[in-house]
């Protein structure tokens, strides 16, 4: 790896984490006002067909068809696809009912729930540091657990737990990023279009030929669905899971000040006292990540 491309990814790596953290959070609260069930609707049907046109344009229906003849990789893109929907659908009641600041608990934690599933499930070492940050975030949900389950942030420990269990079954399989998505985009697509179908004959849906502008505001869904993550899976290619996990945090990051200092939400007392605990673990695990990516390059000029 050159220090061009290593610089590269860096910027791809901060330009998706930016993406999802400001103008994905400010998108879906804009549309917002068509209801969370419909946002999210339109998220899967107009993700399955923006990923259809990127593998027409990129010529990889030959990778598709590999992919579907592989009865395991069927099977995992299946469950992984309902993990994904999920954590759409959660991530965006988040921000349709001003939870903003509940989700980047989700995201902030995200990362360590995944070392720990790495852990159990694919025998990955764990050292002192990550052990540290595994337990400050248990003890971070159990403090606020135990002060008032109504002050848990349900939306944000969903949402890590079905990204981290998302990323476990993706790693299962060796299958393209996007044309995984795309595989699980249309397991989903089915019952979205149900959905529509519904809420359309009930005369319930914002969506329509009559308002052209706003139907084009919401068919951006999937843009702004795929494009951020093809921004930071090729930030990973280019310089790897460590430089690109740290940046990552720039995503909860400015979901939190949006939340807080854009949207006003409410920040309780027992939730500022977790989200400290949080910021430690992550201080913590982000040191550790440097530290660990520090040896490798040392390693590699060696």
């Keep these: 790896m050159n220090n061009k491309e290593f610089n590269f990814g860096i910027s791809y790596a901060a330009l998706g984490s930016l993406w999802w953290g400001i103008l994905g959070v400010i998108y879906f609260e804009y549309i917002s006002f068509i209801g969370h069930f419909e946002s999210v609707i339109h998220r899967c049907i107009w993700t399955s067909l923006f990923l259809l046109i990127t593998t027409i344009y990129f010529s990889k229906w030959k990778i598709f068809f590999e992919v579907i003849k592989n009865k395991k990789n069927l099977i995992t893109l299946f469950f992984s696809g309902f993990l994904i929907f999920i954590n759409w659908a959660v991530w965006i009641y988040a921000v349709s009912t001003n939870q903003i600041i509940d989700a980047s608990f989700g995201y902030f934690i995200m990362p360590i729930i995944s070392v720990f599933l790495g852990y159990t499930f694919f025998n990955e070492m764990l050292n002192t540091k990550r052990k540290i940050s595994i337990i400050l ?19 944000g420990i969903v949402v890590a737990l079905s990204w981290s269990f998302y990323n476990l079954l993706r790693k299962k399989i060796n299958v393209d990023t996007d044309i995984g998505l795309f595989i699980e985009s249309l397991f989903i697509l089915p019952f979205a279009l149900i959905g529509f179908y519904f809420i359309a004959t009930n005369n319930l849906n914002d969506f329509s030929s009559t308002n052209l502008s706003l139907s084009l505001l919401i068919l951006l869904a999937g843009p702004m669905t795929v494009i951020p993550l093809f921004l930071y899976v090729r930030g990973v290619e280019l310089c790897g899971l460590g430089p690109t996990g740290m940046i990552f945090y720039i995503t909860p990051t400015f979901q939190f ?30 040191r550790d990540l440097y530290e660990s990516d520090l040896l490798v390059s040392k390693t590699n000029l060696n």
């Design 137 to 155: 975030v248990i003890i971070s949900i159990l403090y606020i657990s135990f002060y008032s389950l109504n002050s848990l942030p349900w939306v």
């Design 257 to 286: 000040i949006l939340g807080y200092f854009y949207f006003n939400e409410v920040f309780s007392l027992p939730k500022f006292l977790s989200f400290i605990i949080i910021w430690i673990a992550v201080i913590i695990y982000l």
